[in-house]
């Protein structure tokens, strides 16, 4: 079976200090990994994904991610918070021909001046 | 270029009532999906439609009816609303159906009460 786990439900850090987002997985198969952010009253945006490629992930906004295999974790990282940053991020894990994807319950960044 | 558009941005309904959510993309996506989103839970799967005409039951179905209306729209029906349906409704897009390694699109939600 799969799932994913957002270890924390609520971040809060001060502008310019490092951001982590911690996602720990489980799967079965090799998964896809996805991190989408809210903004609120907006859509999801996506961050950037894991599709078996490199290990080590870039997206926008200056965030990456590392897939970890040993540990099933995908955390989310950024060297330096900006105010806008503020917003919900979630974890997404799929995996190939299982047609789902598995939403964690978000973690709730908050960037304080 | 609007991506997906959803309309209402904001319902208050009584339970018993009908409404449709409406959907719109405009990336000439195949596949379009409804998604509900409770407090302290990820998104749930309602009904997908992998390409014009047809559409499948996701995680939730129970309680809502869905229309593919052409490769655009998306409409998304709850016949007799109860309360248990308050939520926040997202409508999103791939080009590919459910495909593990494809991108989705979300449109800025549909924010519903049930009272």
């Known amino acids: 079976a799969q799932s994913v786990t957002q270890l924390d439900s609520h971040v809060s850090v001060s502008e310019g200090t490092p951001v982590l987002l911690r996602c720990n997985y489980s799967s079965s198969y090799s998964p896809s990994l996805f991190w989408y952010v809210q903004h609120p009253n907006k859509g999801l945006q996506l961050l950037l994904k894991y599709t078996s490629a490199a290990t080590l992930v870039k997206g926008i906004n200056g965030f990456e991610a590392e897939f970890k295999k040993s540990e099933t974790s995908f955390h989310l990282m950024k060297p330096s918070a900006h105010m806008s940053d503020a917003a919900e991020y979630f974890c997404v894990v799929s995996v190939y021909n299982f047609n789902k994807f598995y939403f964690g319950s978000g973690t709730k960044l908050n960037v304080k001046p | 270029n609007a991506g997906v558009t959803q309309t209402p941005k904001f319902q208050v309904l009584k339970t018993g009532q009908s409404m449709t959510l409406q959907c719109a993309q405009d990336?000439?996506?195949?596949?379009m999906y409804w998604y509900r989103q409770d407090p302290g839970m990820g998104l749930r799967l309602i009904y997908y439609?992998?390409?014009?005409?047809?559409?499948d039951k996701g995680e939730v179905p129970n309680g809502y009816n869905v229309s593919r209306l052409n490769k655009r729209e998306f409409s998304l029906r709850l016949e007799s609303a109860a309360p248990s349906q308050t939520s926040v409704y997202f409508c999103?897009?791939?080009?590919?159906?459910?495909?593990?390694?494809?991108?989705?699109?979300f449109g800025p939600g549909t924010r519903l009460t049930v009272l």
């Open positions: 999103a897009s791939s080009d590919r159906v459910l495909a593990s390694t494809d991108t989705q699109y």
């Open positions: 990336m000439n996506h195949n596949s």
């Open positions: 439609s992998a390409s014009e005409g047809t559409t």
